[in-house]
């Protein structure tokens, strides 16, 4: 069973920490479909200290999302620190995580995410600096390296474990992959074997089976899953069952993505209002209805809405058609 730290999860299936996607309403609807641990979006370390208002508010976390893993970033020690802290002190998140693998210039460029992938001595200080001044255990997501000349994975991961830090995810591609081109599984494999604290392995997990292969192949403490769970958190679950049972569950029925596309809407108004929402939401449902056929329509006239209301009506309406050519 994976335990980081004094935290023990259910089962090895995490939520991956999805930048402008796991927010609380997204979070709780993926952990009622069974994670043993989901994760937060990354938050700024210097958003967090000058007590930014949209940041503070990206720290709230529901008691039903529990375990949960808060991620933050930064490039300096010193607001890192005192961003770990505030959240070690201010929220009743189980785990603080520091991301080491966003690829996105926007990040690089403030020396944070992926950047610190090529400085294991930086790693080093800036995890053990954070370790000592919080209390609730400390992990770090990374990807394996820079690019191909430069996958310093083994080093990198064994500077968060002398730090003292309470376990590593691995995404398996470069920061110049971003997310192209196939994730390196047996990079993950032998980072797994230079470690005695919990690893997760992040990268390419599209199906149940292939979270059953990674966990078999690479001996890995968890799987993470992050794309394959946009608009489809069935994904979670059948990847929960498939690791219990070796059994694959049905697919849920339009009705039953429908439902749920409904219940994360009116999570994500009740935490942001309906103005935002309702724009936020446009993605999602593009997300949750891939694959129905005659949803591309749909999904056009929902990213004219703007009311809860009209977003709904949409959605009924499709249930309604699928119905009836069924029944035709």
Aim: aromatic letters at 6%.
């Amino acid at each position: 069973m994976l335990k980081i730290g004094d935290i023990e999860m259910k089962n090895p299936v995490v939520l991956a920490p999805m930048a402008g996607v796991c927010n609380s309403a997204f979070r709780l609807t993926v952990k009622e479909f069974g994670a043993g641990l989901v994760c937060a979006e990354m938050i700024s370390d210097k958003g967090i200290i000058q007590k930014n208002e949209r940041t503070l508010n990206m720290l709230y976390i529901d008691e039903r999302e529990k375990p949960l893993s808060l991620q933050i970033f930064g490039g300096e020690k010193e607001t890192l620190v005192e961003a770990a802290r505030f959240v070690d002190q201010n929220t009743n998140a189980d785990i603080i995580d520091i991301n080491m693998g966003c690829p996105v210039n926007k990040i690089i460029r403030c020396e944070a995410g992926a950047r610190w992938l090529l400085e294991p001595d930086k790693i080093y200080d800036m995890v053990s600096s954070v370790v000592r001044a919080v209390r609730k255990p400390v992990t770090v997501k990374m990807r394996i390296g820079w690019d191909e000349d430069h996958i310093f994975a083994v080093e990198n991961a064994r500077a968060v474990e002398q730090a003292g830090g309470a376990a590593v995810s691995m995404h398996g591609r470069t920061r110049v992959q971003m997310y192209e081109g196939q994730a390196n599984w047996d990079i993950i494999r032998e980072v797994k074997q230079s470690l005695e604290i919990p690893l997760i392995g992040n990268g390419d997990v599209k199906t149940p089976q292939d979270a059953k292969r990674m966990l078999d192949e690479t001996g890995v403490d968890g799987v993470m899953i992050g794309r394959a769970a946009l608009g489809n958190p069935w994904m979670i679950y059948q990847t929960v069952k498939y690791l219990e049972t070796g059994e694959l569950t049905g697919e849920p029925t339009v009705k039953e993505k429908i439902e749920v596309c409904k219940l994360h809407l009116d999570r994500l108004i009740a935490l942001k209002g309906e103005d935002v929402a309702v724009r936020e939401m446009r993605k999602h449902v593009a997300w949750y209805l891939k694959g129905i056929s005659g949803s591309g329509k749909i999904r056009s006239a929902v990213n004219e809405c703007s009311k809860r209301e009209e977003v709904v009506a949409l959605l009924d309406n499709l249930v309604a058609e699928c119905f009836e050519r069924k029944a035709g």
